[in-house]
């Protein structure tokens, strides 16, 4: 679509807006609280904590939490047994089944094979505009979750698995029995379900997952876990965009696209039964989230 309207010259530039934009605002990011207290900037960590929990919080108890955390990990852990330790793994496992189901519940193909799957008889929109339509919807709902601060980590992600799971279904009905493109009314269901499903897929799957990784693993292990998991994640897009098209020539798209929604619908439960909540958790609590109980009372 831009490239109708465009010189290829031009096209590094407006690739590049982004990292502009990112760059002009990250000059407003805040640290963490954990990482000024590792510095020894107490005061800044107070602000940082401060401005993290509101300004009726009494930061005081969990900053003394925080130095106690540090002094603890700062006493000879071995990081390489730590790896193989149930706070370790289980989160580990967790967020890689998370970003399986993620990759499984049908976004990444239709990001990458927009221009083959989004044609509709009877819709007069190109494939590269609803493409567009699409991005810009997951954006939105990417964005919408700053608007949505009461809302739990959990339940997010249960419900939009089960809303894509509803999405897809509905995109496999129709697929298989045609009503969209054998009722003129109904032609543009397909591109509706599409927009919707962006919007869904942002809102909940699309960004849990990435959150979830600055919050379940030790502070000394956290660059492990976010290195295994998010390359779990793009390991996981890579098989499953190799084997779309040998799934559709066997099973059909509409088959191809039950298989997604039982995915998602899969997450759901997943999540129900082993994700953990880790909104309004403290720096020590999400520490030894995974720790077996009788560790966690040792501790306290």
């Known amino acids: 679509m831009v490239g109708t309207q465009f010189h290829i010259k031009f096209f590094p530039w407006i690739m590049v807006v982004p990292s502009i934009i990112f760059l002009l605002f990250s000059w407003v990011l805040v640290d963490t609280p954990l990482w000024y207290i590792k510095m020894g900037?107490?005061?800044?960590?107070?602000?940082?904590?401060?401005?993290?929990?509101?300004?009726?919080y009494d930061i005081e108890p969990e900053i003394k939490e925080l130095?106690?955390?540090?002094?603890?990990?700062?006493?000879?852990?071995?990081?390489?047994?730590?790896?193989?330790?149930?706070?370790?793994?289980?989160?580990?496992f967790i967020l890689c089944g998370l970003f399986f189901i993620?990759?499984?519940?049908?976004?990444?193909?239709?990001?990458?094979?927009?221009?083959?799957?989004?044609?509709?008889?009877?819709?007069?929109?190109?494939?590269?505009?609803?493409?567009?339509?699409?991005?810009?919807?997951y954006t939105l709902g990417m964005l919408t979750t700053a608007i949505l601060p009461e809302m739990d980590r959990r339940p997010q992600f249960i419900l939009g698995a089960i809303s894509l799971a509803l999405h897809m279904f509905l995109l496999a009905a129709d697929t298989h029995l045609g009503v969209s493109?054998?009722?003129?009314s109904l032609n543009y269901f397909p591109v509706i379900l599409l927009v919707s499903y962006a919007f869904n897929f942002g809102i909940g799957i699309g960004t849990i997952p990435?959150?979830?990784?600055?919050?379940?693993?030790?502070?000394?292990?956290?660059?492990?876990?976010?290195?295994?998991?998010?390359?779990?994640?793009?390991?996981?897009?890579?098989?499953?965009?190799?084997?779309?098209?040998?799934?559709?020539?066997?099973?059909?798209?509409?088959?191809?696209?039950?298989?997604?929604?039982?995915?998602?619908?899969?997450?759901?439960?997943?999540?129900?039964?082993?994700?953990?909540?880790?909104?309004?958790?403290?720096?020590?609590?999400?520490?030894?989230?995974?720790?077996?109980r009788n560790n966690r009372n040792e501790l306290e």
């Open 102 to 137: 993620y990759a499984s519940s049908g976004a990444d193909t239709f990001s990458y094979y927009a221009l083959t799957l989004f044609k509709y008889p009877g819709v007069s929109l190109s494939p590269s505009v609803i493409a567009v339509m699409f991005q810009m919807s």
């Open 181 to 184: 493109t054998s009722v003129p």
């Open 210 to 292: 990435f959150t979830l990784t600055g919050e379940v693993f030790p502070q000394h292990l956290r660059t492990y876990g976010c290195a295994i998991t998010t390359a779990s994640r793009y390991v996981m897009q890579f098989i499953q965009l190799k084997f779309f098209f040998l799934s559709v020539s066997y099973l059909g798209l509409g088959g191809t696209y039950c298989i997604q929604a039982s995915m998602a619908l899969f997450g759901s439960v997943f999540a129900f039964c082993l994700l953990p909540e880790t909104r309004h958790k403290t720096f020590t609590e999400l520490e030894h989230i995974f720790e077996r």
């Open 67 to 92: 130095e106690d955390l540090l002094s603890r990990n700062d006493g000879g852990i071995n990081n390489v047994a730590s790896l193989y330790k149930r706070s370790f793994l289980l989160p580990t």
């Open 41 to 56: 900037r107490k005061d800044e960590a107070r602000k940082s904590m401060k401005w993290l929990r509101g300004p009726e």
